[in-house]
């Protein structure tokens, strides 16, 4: 480890203890006690894990790409975690206006993702605050999976946004006949305008998920490596849509 990564790993530690990354799910009510502590929090642990916090042994693997669309997937084993996480980055020919709209609008989510059946926001928080709750496509011998989660979205002083989210746990969210319940340990999207063009963006999706019931180990690297590309993808697409051709 560099004497660079050595201090982020500190800096990183004294905002953020270890017991939070153990046990990232929180009961809802907890949340409410101190609503601005979690977004904060939620924030600074999805930028950790961007930077590979916590990714062992070393850092971010290199996983698949699509070069024509500049679109690269990296993956890590998460520390004390039995499940991988994803990161993918690329470039969005669109601002980071146009795509935190895209990506907090909640009708989004099954054309960004396939395997997204629902979607809805159950309550507001503030603004950039809100619980949601969603619903997931069965494959195969998969069953369907429901996800209850709170997600914020923030302006940081130097541009980029972020959109970060955690499961919540709730007695108002109990199990749902032919679900299995899913857990977001951590998830989320940074994006940072382009240095010479602020109408186009870098964006990365982290994605670190507990899938729950029965998911065989096998298909967690195929879907978790594969999926990442297509939803990003889609991104692209939705973004394009939203922007003058003369700008993109």
Known sequence: MSVEQSNNQRAVDSIIPDSVWLHPVLELSTVKANLNAFKDETIAMLLARMNGHG?????WNVGPD?????????WGDVQN??????KTVGKIHASVETCADILADINMGPRLDKFTRTGRVVHRFDEGTDLRYFETHGFMI??????????TTKRLPDGRMVIASRSIMSPEFGKKYGYSRGQALLSGYVMAPQKTDVSKCEAAVYAHIDFGGTFPSALIKMFGLAAPIKIFEQLQTIAAERTPASTR
Do not use: L, N
Not at 55 to 59: A, C, E, G, L, Y
Not at 142 to 151: A, G, L, N, Q
């Open 142 to 151: 998969i069953e369907p999976r429901d996800f209850c989660v709170i997600s």
């Open 55 to 59: 990714i062992i042994p070393q850092t």
């Open 81 to 86: 975690s039995e499940w991988p996480a994803m």
């Open 66 to 74: 699509k070069k024509a669309k500049g679109i690269q997937v990296y």
